[in-house]
């Protein structure tokens, strides 16, 4: 990976580059939400128009998804969407890098997602309440039951870190690599030596590279970043929902007791 890959230029001193170009994209929407939200209006138009609407889709499917009750925790879900929509398209910019390309940061994001809906489960009904359906409907089976819930459960945040991390990592490494092979290292630099075989052979292969890479993989790239943040978003509430579920179900079962 280091051979084909150069540091970010924009790095600080003692501190990670994940930790950096997070830093970035936090600092870039706290500037535009607040140039944005500066003069709000009933009539939305420029920026605000174009956050309103991105809301707009993020209301759209934690209603759909968790319901009305899900409302408290949009500002969860629309802020881990947006921030690794972000943090995905930024390795797109030259000489930047994609906070998600660390495992560190979707492990921080899944570990994230991981508590909250815990504690959103516990706080609804009650810390042993809410682990009792860990252990199944029969209580005759809850020695099974109990393992594999807990074993389901441990995997959703790695399921959920690797995934996002394996998707940019490797999309990464497919893009530095066809840039290394067309470099002045490679076709375009046998193009330049002066060759024929270089300038016709070198030239041709890696004009048809250069444009494939335009034309295919960065708009697949931008595709496949769009698609993880939303599987993450929405992976994320159905989490939510499954724990508000449990805790309907838990209630209708106390009613009927009573």
Not at 135 to 147: D, I, K, R, S, T
Request: one cysteine or more; aromatic letters at 12%.
């Amino acid at each position: 990976m280091g051979a084909i890959e150069h540091p970010p230029i924009f790095q600080l001193p003692g501190i990670p580059d994940f930790v950096t170009h997070t830093w970035f994209i936090m600092i870039g929407l706290a500037v535009v939400a607040f140039v944005a939200s500066r003069n709000v209006q009933l009539v939305p138009h420029g920026l605000q128009n174009f956050f309103e609407v991105v809301l707009e889709q993020f209301v759209t499917l934690v209603d759909d998804l968790i319901g009305h009750e899900g409302r408290p925790y949009l500002p969860l879900v629309a802020t881990l969407g947006i921030y690794i929509l972000l943090a995905n398209l930024l390795g797109l910019v030259p000489g930047l890098m994609s906070p998600t390309a660390s495992l560190n940061t979707t492990a921080a994001c899944a570990i994230i997602v991981f508590l909250v809906y815990h504690w959103i489960g516990i706080r609804k009904q009650g810390l042993v309440s809410y682990f009792k359906h860990f252990m199944g409907p029969v209580v005759w089976l809850a020695p099974l039951m109990l393992p594999i819930e807990f074993i389901s459960h441990l995997a959703r945040p790695l399921s959920l870190s690797l995934r996002l991390f394996g998707n940019m990592t490797g999309g990464h490494i497919l893009l530095a690599a066809m840039f290394f092979l067309m470099g002045l290292d490679g076709l375009f630099g046998w193009a330049l030596s002066g060759s024929v075989a270089g300038l016709t052979v070198g030239g041709l292969v890696g004009l048809l590279m250069f444009v494939f890479v335009l034309a295919f993989l960065i708009p697949l790239k931008i595709l496949v970043s769009l698609i993880q943040a939303f599987v993450f978003v929405m992976l994320t509430c159905l989490y939510i929902a499954g724990a508000l579920e449990e805790a309907e179900h838990h209630g209708e079962s106390h009613a009927e007791h009573h």
